[in-house]
Structures are given as structure tokens and as C-alpha cells.
């Protein structure tokens, strides 16, 4: 069954420091796969995508991820945190199910930034 | 990108009690979702609700518990039915434009006393 699993529940950084938020999936095809961003009170905002092609991703507010088909894996990363990146982000897989493409999210990992 | 809207932003209510929750996007799209995520946990498909065919639940999510309703391709209505405070949580529908990828409203906060 498709599962996505992120180790870190929360992450406390110093701004300016460096991230790397940690995905491990499971899926049996060549996965979908979606990092988004929720900051406190507000909606799901997609930070990045990866569907094939180049596994260094690029995606919004200076965020990448990396594809490790071998690891499978798709960290996301940040090589300097600001105060504003505090949020919670959640990993996610497509599982396409016929025509519709169902996403499957893992559990999430909170940041906290200190200045 | 399309934007999308969801109303109530948040509603408090009494157990034994339904609400509907609407989802309103600026563009026709085919296919809309419908998530739940209970407090403090990840979100959880509840059904798939494209226009021209009945809702496909998700497994532990039954229609007579949340009925769904999607009259064109623009709009979509997720009705909590006969709630319990087990039912709290924040109720997000989603669109897929056809590329693959997801874009959410900004969620309905329910809380049921």
C-alpha cells in the first residue's frame, strides 16, 4: 500500500541556518510527489512538485527537493531559514486511482524558527 | 491558478446537528476532493467528487455520514451529518486542474460541542 513517513514531528531551527525536512515514501510505480507548506490558520500552499525528469526540484520561497529513487526519498530543503518558513509541512504521494489522481499525505513536520 | 473559496471559514456546533460546507472555485475544473484533518494530525481523503458521476469514498467515510454534492464544475457541498465532537476537525476541498497536482481551499474549521 502507498504510505509516506516523516520522521521529524518538530524541528526547531535558527534563522539563517540551514534545512533539510526528511520523506520517505512508498509506492509501487514511479511516484507524484508534492511538498506543501500550512501555516497557522491558513490553507495547504504547494511549495513543490516532482513528476519526473530532474530529481533536484526547484520550488517557491527559495525551497528544493531532492528525488532518491534508491532511498525513496524526497527531502526538502532550505539552505537559509527565515522566521516567516515557521509552518507545518506535509509530504505527500499521488496514487492514481483510474482517472483521478488521489493524494496521500504523511503526518507532517512542524518548524519552529528561533531568531 | 485558480483561486478557491470555502464557506463557513468556521462554524462551532451542537452534536446531533448538520452542516454544510461549500467550495467555490473561479474555474471549471472536473476534479474536486474533499479532505479532513482531525487536530493535530495530517489530512485524510474522504471522497473524490467529479462532476457528471456520484462521490467515490474513501474507506472508513460513508455517504450517508457525508453526503457530497457536485452540481456543475464549478461547485461542491460536503455535508457533516448527525456530528459528535469526533467530528472536529478542519474540512479542506481541493481541485486537480488536470496537471497532476492539487491546489486547496482555505478550510472550513468545524467544532462540535
Not at chain 1, 490558520?41 to 526540484?57: A, C, E, P, R
Not at chain 1, 527565515?82 to 499521488?94: K, L, N, P, T
Request: hydrophobic residues 35%.
Amino acid at each position: 500500500a502507498q504510505s509516506v513517513t516523516q520522521p521529524d514531528i518538530h524541528i526547531t531551527v535558527s534563522e539563517g541556518a540551514s534545512l533539510e525536512l526528511r520523506c520517505n515514501y512508498s509506492y509501487g510505480a514511479t511516484p507524484y510527489l508534492f511538498w506543501y507548506v500550512q501555516s497557522p490558520g491558513q490553507g495547504l500552499q504547494l511549495l513543490l512538485k516532482y513528476f519526473s525528469g530532474d530529481t533536484l526540484v526547484q520550488g517557491i520561497k527559495g525551497f528544493e527537493a531532492e528525488f532518491k529513487r534508491s532511498q525513496s526519498s524526497f527531502n526538502l530543503r532550505k539552505p537559509s531559514v527565515h522566521w516567516s518558513d515557521a509552518a507545518e509541512y506535509f509530504c505527500a504521494v499521488g496514487a492514481r486511482s483510474g482517472a483521478t489522481n488521489k493524494l496521500i499525505f504523511g503526518t507532517g513536520t512542524l518548524l519552529a524558527v528561533q531568531p | 491558478s485558480a483561486v478557491i473559496s470555502q464557506k463557513p471559514s468556521r462554524d462551532i456546533c451542537q452534536r446531533g446537528t448538520s452542516l454544510t460546507i461549500q467550495c467555490q472555485v473561479d474555474s471549471q475544473v472536473t476534479m474536486m476532493f474533499w479532505y479532513r484533518q482531525q487536530p493535530g494530525q495530517s489530512l485524510t481523503l474522504i471522497a473524490t467528487a467529479n462532476q457528471g458521476s456520484e462521490a467515490t469514498y474513501e474507506s472508513g467515510f460513508v455517504i450517508d455520514k457525508f453526503p457530497i454534492s457536485r452540481p456543475n464544475l464549478t461547485f461542491s457541498t460536503l455535508t457533516v451529518s448527525n456530528m459528535s465532537p469526533e467530528d472536529s476537525s478542519i474540512y479542506l476541498c481541493s481541485i486537480d486542474p488536470g496537471g497532476n497536482e492539487q491546489f486547496f481551499g482555505p478550510g472550513t474549521r468545524l467544532t462540535v460541542l
